[in-house]
């Protein structure tokens, strides 16, 4: 079965500063998506990414997904306290529309 | 355009009992998904539901069971709960006419809490 490990778990950064979390697979990506968890809440989409190479940006988040790495990155720049929150990939076996879920990235932004 | 409603958001029961969680899904949406999330770990997927049927399944036991709607809604029951079923579980709908060509939506969650 497929799994997913992002690093780091937690992360604690200067407002105003960059950042990147990384999620690595142990199987070949065939989508990735990123969400957004403030504690205890729902999920808010933020990206998916399908295609190697394929790079999307919303505001300030940049994702990237390297295929042949099975990797995928997420960079936020110049970050601000409006960011804080867990941060979790999710990639979709092949054929199925089920996720498997990293174990979330908890960021937190100091002003 | 609503999105995706779960109810209850809280609720608290005693080891033995059964819960009942609800969904509704995004309007246009046909598929509803569960998931559970422990605390501090990422979401784990229950089961999926497509035309009053189930059609994946994770790695849950039979006390896990579902059931969906004619309306595309959807019902969680988990029996004889344990304290390990505490979590916040979270129900996600999408478009199996559409796979792949956009985000799962996802509801706030129903926190429960097994005493």
């Known amino acids: 079965s497929q799994e997913l490990e992002q690093s780091p778990q937690s992360l604690i950064v200067q407002e105003g500063k960059n950042l990147t979390i990384n999620c690595t697979s142990s199987k070949t990506l065939y989508g990735l998506y990123w969400y957004k968890q403030k504690y205890g809440e729902g999920l808010i989409f933020l990206m998916m990414l399908q295609k190697g190479g394929e790079e999307k940006s919303h505001e300030k988040i940049t994702a990237k997904l390297d295929e042949k790495k099975q990797q995928s990155s997420l960079h936020i720049t110049a970050s601000q306290p409006s960011h804080a929150g867990i941060y979790l990939c999710g990639a979709s076996p092949r054929g199925a529309q089920k996720l498997v879920f990293g174990q979330g990235t908890r960021l937190t932004i100091n002003p | 355009d609503a999105g995706v409603t779960q109810s209850p958001t809280h609720l608290i029961k005693t080891r033995g009992q059964q819960v009942t969680l609800r969904c509704s899904p995004k309007?246009?949406?046909?598929?509803v998904s569960w998931y559970q999330q422990a605390l501090g770990q990422g979401p784990q997927f229950i089961f999926q539901y497509y035309e009053e049927e189930e059609r994946q399944r994770g790695n849950f036991p039979d006390r896990f069971s579902g059931h969906q709607f004619p309306n595309y809604s959807s019902e969680l029951n988990v029996n004889a709960l344990l304290l390990g079923d505490s979590a916040l579980y979270l129900c996600?709908?999408?478009?199996?006419?559409?796979?792949?060509?956009?985000?799962?939506?996802f509801g706030e969650g129903s926190r429960l809490t097994v005493l």
């Open positions: 996600a709908s999408s478009s199996l006419e559409e796979p792949g060509t956009g985000e799962l939506f």
């Open positions: 309007s246009g949406h046909d598929t």
